[in-house]
């Protein structure tokens, strides 16, 4: 296969972050797909477009899709715990890492990536507890007839589901065990858990107007140096 080249936007106002997206593509593609980045974030005083080859890529299956709505953040939050716990994860770590999440996983702040988390003992083994880890070098292999299928298969897809659809999908190739998220967007209140490669959205994980959000990998520790090399350097496409 020729060379492809992933590239990555970040957008900040007031060096808060605004945006981040990634692409993958080849390339003849990359001034199309760059100037359809720029038009991505709503407003910034600051972008970066970085563009890195990519040697290798190996395609993957998307899990399957399930959503549930409930009233309240707090069902809807009793909920994925059970996901958690049904999936082997002690009912404390589940508890404790949602309430993290909830209070802001960098001391009473958002993280930058995600939260690593023993699924044995519950212990945060990310170095870094303000930058966490970031998922990288992921796309869909054809995005827009991704998007079409899902949509006519009658899934309420957003371009937001499905970069997350496409980062999860790398993570469970990954080693990744488990995986809890909302969005720290006060405007944006579903949520997901995966667990045997089932990505379950739920909604509402958060309040509107609620500004914390974040991320959970939960791993074996033993596995730890392999699954930050893997989230960080294999390159994958995700298919249907
Ligand atoms: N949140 C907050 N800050 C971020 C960020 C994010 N998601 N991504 C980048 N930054 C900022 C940080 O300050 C970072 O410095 P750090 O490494 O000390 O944390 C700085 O930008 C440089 O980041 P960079 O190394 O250029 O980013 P990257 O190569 O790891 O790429 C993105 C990261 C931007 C591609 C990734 O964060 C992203 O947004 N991917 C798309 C995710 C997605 O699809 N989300 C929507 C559905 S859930
Ligand atoms: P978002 O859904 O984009 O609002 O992201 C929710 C949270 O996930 C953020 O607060 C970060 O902690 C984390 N995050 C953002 N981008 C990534 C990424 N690429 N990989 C892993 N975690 C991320």
Redesign the pocket.
């Known amino acids: 296969m020729q060379d492809l080249i992933s590239i990555?936007?970040?957008a900040?106002f007031k060096n808060a972050?605004i945006s981040?997206?990634?692409r993958i593509c080849k390339k003849e593609k990359v001034s199309q797909i760059i100037n359809e980045l720029l038009k991505r974030p709503k407003f910034y005083d600051f972008i970066?477009i970085?563009t890195e080859e990519v040697k290798e890529v190996e395609f993957i299956k998307m899990p399957s899709i399930r959503s549930f709505d409930f009233k309240s953040v707090e069902e809807a939050r009793a909920f994925a715990k059970a996901l958690l716990e049904n999936a082997g994860i002690k009912k404390d770590i589940a508890n404790n890492v949602i309430e993290i999440i909830s209070k802001g996983a960098a001391f009473g702040k958002n993280m930058?990536?995600a939260m690593i988390i023993d699924v044995d003992s519950g212990v945060r083994l990310e170095e870094n507890k303000e930058?966490g880890v970031?998922t990288?070098k992921v796309d869909w292999e054809d995005r827009d007839s991704a998007k079409q299928i899902l949509l006519s298969s009658g899934y309420k897809i957003t371009d937001?589901a499905l970069?997350?659809l496409?980062?999860v999908s790398k993570n469970i190739r990954c080693d990744v065990i488990a995986e809890v998220?909302w969005?720290d967007d006060v405007d944006y209140t579903t949520g997901y858990v995966v667990v045997n490669k089932t990505y379950y959205r739920i909604n509402p994980m958060k309040n509107f107007g609620d500004p914390f959000g974040g991320r959970a990998y939960f791993i074996k520790a033993e596995n730890l140096k392999n699954v930050i090399n893997c989230l960080r350097e294999k390159a994958f496409l995700v298919m249907l």
């Open positions: 990555r936007m970040r900040s972050h981040g997206a990634e970066s970085k930058r990536g930058k970031r990288i937001r970069d997350a496409a980062l998220c969005s």
